[in-house]
């Protein structure tokens, strides 16, 4: 069974991704890929091409599969065909983007408004060599509104040999709210053909050991937020030890550094930061035991840089790393 580290984008972009494998990266086997936009006339958006480019991503070790949005057979061929000439032999497709302007393409989880079509796409995706030479793998929600429709979905992605199945138990309509169902997760992973994948929800180490032990043979267990909000929740899932203050520190200080790479602009590297500030700022409390969020507030809502470097040095003055028994999932 292999962990691996959820595409998010706009978060996990490669600069994150090297970062956190420089400090965090024990007990995570790979890192996806944001998706990657991939055009009907066979190319990768700029921007996402930075994504899987080999000096982007040289750290020692770090593993990546790059992530696909497509909803044609001829554009997923030309995709696994591309990436694998670029050294990739794993690909992963998306079918779970909730987004608007994602489902009105039908791509994303708007794929999974049609079975039909789907067994279309992968009939023609499957029937091309290249599906033998590479690992090609889902990534899917259960449906767009109703959590049954993946009764008629799981069926079709029996009929093609997927490397895995990567099931995110909720429907398009819950976006990221609401429990992830687990009682069609069950009837999935009862019924999936291929090995299968779980995401959802996993923010401490009894979430983790939870779905272990009631799903033994999972293929994968991917990790999204709990690992942007806690980024040594991999490492202590294998028994390491929790995030030290002086850790967090030189993560968020060379994540800054690592964004400059891809971002010019200090406003923007600001409003990134931010954006992490609002995962982490839940691993601490200030220094008499008070909640930080006022603390973090300060940085969220800096209006400049200098607004901004003092609200953090004043979240490293204030504050601790809260006791593990503090934490909630
Ligand atoms: C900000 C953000 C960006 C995301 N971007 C992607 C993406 O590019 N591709 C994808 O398949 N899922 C994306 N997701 C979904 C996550 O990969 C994951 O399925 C979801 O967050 C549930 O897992 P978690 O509870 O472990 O976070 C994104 C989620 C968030 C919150």
């Excluded at 039908?106 to 029937?127: A, C, Q």
């Excluded at 030290?244 to 200090?266: C, H, R, V, W």
């Amino acid at each position: 069974m292999r962990n691996t580290f959820a595409p998010m984008e706009g978060i996990t972009i490669y600069c994150y991704r090297n970062t956190h494998h420089k400090y965090f990266g024990e007990g995570l086997d790979y890192y996806y890929t944001p998706f990657l936009s991939v055009y009907k006339h066979h190319s990768i958006k700029k921007r996402d091409m930075r994504e899987i480019l080999p000096e982007n991503n040289a750290d020692n070790g770090l593993r990546i599969i790059p992530q696909i949005m497509a909803n044609d057979s001829d554009e997923i061929i030309w995709a696994l065909n591309y990436l694998h000439e670029r050294g990739y032999d794993e690909i992963n497709l998306n079918m779970g983007c909730p987004v608007g302007t994602v489902v009105s393409k039908n791509k994303g989880s708007g794929m999974l408004s049609d079975p039909d079509r789907l067994y279309e796409i992968f009939s023609r995706v499957f029937e091309d060599k290249i599906t033998n030479e590479i690992k090609f793998t889902a990534k899917t929600r259960l449906g767009l509104t109703d959590p049954h429709e993946f009764e008629n979905i799981l069926p079709v992605l029996n009929k093609f040999p997927f490397a895995a199945v990567i099931i995110h138990p909720r429907v398009r309509t819950q976006m990221y709210k609401g429990t992830p169902d687990m009682e069609m997760f069950k009837w999935a992973y009862d019924n999936s053909t291929n090995p299968v994948g779980y995401n959802g929800n996993i923010f401490v180490p009894q979430d983790y050991d939870n779905i272990i032990n009631n799903y033994p043979d999972l293929y994968e267990i991917m990790m999204g937020r709990g690992l942007v909000a806690n980024p040594a929740l991999a490492r202590e899932i294998i028994g390491g030890k929790e995030m030290s203050l002086d850790e967090l520190k030189g993560f968020m200080t060379d994540l800054e550094k690592n964004f400059k790479i891809e971002i010019p602009a200090d406003e923007s590297i600001m409003h990134k930061m931010k954006e992490i500030w609002f995962y982490v700022g839940n691993l601490l409390v200030t220094k008499d035991g008070a909640e930080s969020e006022p603390l973090i507030h300060k940085i969220r809502t800096a209006k400049n840089i200098a607004e901004y470097r003092n609200a953090v040095r004043n979240v490293y003055r204030e504050c601790a790393m809260k006791g593990h028994d503090n934490k909630t999932s």
